[in-house]
């Protein structure tokens, strides 16, 4: 009976997100301090119910128990214990109850941790994400339960998909999700405020480690993707512009809009309307990126479901939730205006065009995505829009930007004054060209102009972020959580683009066909086939070759990469070998047999990729350092705020 204790408690955890609604939202309205108490107890119980619900489900796939449809349609009784464990959410049903469960954990998280916030602002909070637990909830009651019985009983399974038998489905898709569903905090805190009728900095000191949190999962998640495709796929590519990556990476990006207006309404009280819509957008277009994975819509090998239906049901809610939040910020709209001003050089200035450039890369994206798919739909015709249109696109919003980073890092609030630091900002630069000229001539050899443009802005950039913490500790001065944050996480940016550049200017790669005793050559490595013979697994058989890469007669690495046939499936499967050290990968992909033991090989050079993941990587630990600043634990009045943003402190 453990399924059916896991659909009772899921129904249970629906059935208390009304009252977490109602009460939050009508407590708060009429001000009855015992309605909104009750809100947190049905907080409680729904995170509990959800959590039971969900172990019932990991069970099952524990268990192997056939009888259940979905453990029956993703999982097999060779399959290795851990992938049969994730396996959980590894197809529609189960991804869509592990984000109830972290929705859940999410919501129990703010009514635990905003002790220092009014009552009433937490309970309408509360409500608001009772709303959107509630949808969820729904939409897997009536379309995605995971908990349907199989009559009879099946002797085993069809197996999880060959591509998601991998450690990177046990990290990506939670931290993924996590970051999704976290971006409804900063939904609800927005709400909430319209609700009420008052947007300051007080409430924006409240948002701002929510959505850095948020936003910390988000990039983690999306850069373990971009390195679980990286390896699998065997493609050898980090970012392939494909739809659903398009999905996740628009709400990271309107995510970094808001993170920095929230910084502007904090210290100056101004962006009041950016930093409302950007929050709605935000969680608006993690909504619209469920519809596309799970609708059909799409044709992606990260798509989960091709159900009409259920994508109905998505974009219904999608219109609800939008629709509501767009028509409440209508109407409380003149409340949120600002008489403060600013210079045109200001730093106020800087994140603007920040945002509004953020804003214009997201609206790029988001025609290039849904482009094709109304042509689609209006039977005008298909087309495809590929990586040419999106890596030009993107580069346009994205260069201007990246310009005013190192400016607008030292920029000071209402005016900013550049006489102590442009001739920093200056050598700093200089210092950027001659390095990038370096890089771009003497170590890897000339390729273009925006090669170096590139070397120059990662360089400048990275500098800059230096700048700041280095002064105050010379001077020994303090430092705050938000300033080395701030810091952190644009030379984790410097570094991204550091790699970027370098692998998409200096790569290499050929097809080649290979036997065992034959040598290619790539990029100054040779490499050679040794061994080739057959491998099994413990739900799988392979091909598997052995490599051995040498330069000048000196042994760097062997690797050993396989071709692999999952015995359910029957799905043929690259696994790449790579050699990865710190300034370049190395890869061999296996493709086809060819005859009288030969293969057809991909051989790979990728300058500087390791850069790409570590700078993302580093940008997230910056957000996650300045989500802990001291100041976010500490019950701030609404005068003190008032007066430090008279005196116009300048800070991150």
Known sequence: MTVELGHFALILAFCLTLPQAFFGLAGAAWRKPHWMALTKNAVVGHFVLTAISFACLVYAFYRNDFSVLYVASNSNSELPTMYRL??????HEGSLLLWLLVQSIWTLAVAGFSRSIPEVVTSRVLGVLGLISAGFALFILTTSS????????????????????????IFHPPMQYTGYIGLSVPFAFAIAAMLEGKLDSVWARWVRPWTNVAWVFLTCGITLGSWWAYYELGWGGWWFWDAVENASFMPWLIATALIHSLAVTEKRGLFKSWTLLLAITAFSLSVLGTFLVRSGVVESVHAFASDPTRGLFILTFLTICSGSALALYAWRAPLFRSDTGFAPLSRESFLLMNNVLLVGATLLILLGTLYPLFLDALDLGRISVGPPYFSIAFLIPML???????????????RANFDRTKRTLGVLLAIAVVGAIVLGTVVYGWHSVMTIVGFTLAIWVGLAALVDPVSRLLKRQSLSASIVGMSVAHLGLALFML???????????????????QTAELGGFQFTMTRLGDVAGPNYDAVESEIRITRDGKEVAVVHPQKRTYRVQKNPMTEAGIDSRWTRHLLVSMGAPLGDGAWSLRLQYKPMVQFIWFGAFTMAFGGLIAAFDRRYRVRVTADATQAATAAGVRTA
């Open 400 to 414: 201007p930007m990246v310009m005013l980073l190192a400016p607008g890092m030292h920029a000071g609030w209402k």
């Open 146 to 169: 995971p908990f349907e019985r199989l009559w009879p009983a099946a002797l085993d399974g069809r197996d999880l998909n060959p591509l998601l038998q991998d450690p990177g489905l």
């Open 499 to 517: 790699g970027v550049a370098t692998t998409e200017s200096y790569r290499r790669e050929t097809d080649i066909s290979l036997s065992p005793g």
């Open 86 to 91: 994730a396996a959980t959410w590894g197809a």
